[in-house]
Nanobody, 118 residues
């Protein structure tokens, strides 16, 4: 079992920055990759960024060049994953969720609200 806790959400102005963290605990060695998803108001949850234990990452087109996903921990282990969000736009407003993926199971955090508004 893996427990994920997000933090770092809040209010930012357009053009501003926020950094989200996702702390993993429990059977973290089972995790293959970790992802950030977001759910804008009235819309479906979408993938934002993903990173694996070899530090390979990929991003949604809408955040490329603005968001950066990183992690700490030993090679082949996930401890904490970060999402650095720069040049924020109002359309980035959403609840952001962390997901940890093992070979046969996905784990979710409780989500953290990000609001981009002037």
């Amino acid at each position: 079992q893996v427990h994920l806790v997000e933090s770092g959400g809040g209010l930012a102005q357009p053009g501003g920055s926020l950094r989200l963290s996702c702390a993993a605990s429990g059977d973290t060695v089972s995790l293959i990759y970790m992802s950030w998803y977001r759910e804008p108001p009235g819309k479906q949850r979408e993938l934002v960024a993903r990173i694996d234990t070899h530090d390979l990452s990929n991003y949604a087109d809408s955040v490329k060049g603005r968001f950066t996903v990183s992690r700490d921990g030993a090679r082949n282990e996930m401890n904490t994953v970060f999402l650095q969000m720069n040049s924020l736009k109002p359309e980035d407003t959403a609840v952001y969720y962390c997901q940890g993926r093992a070979s046969n199971k996905a784990y979710w955090g409780q989500g953290t609200q990000v609001t981009v508004s002037s």
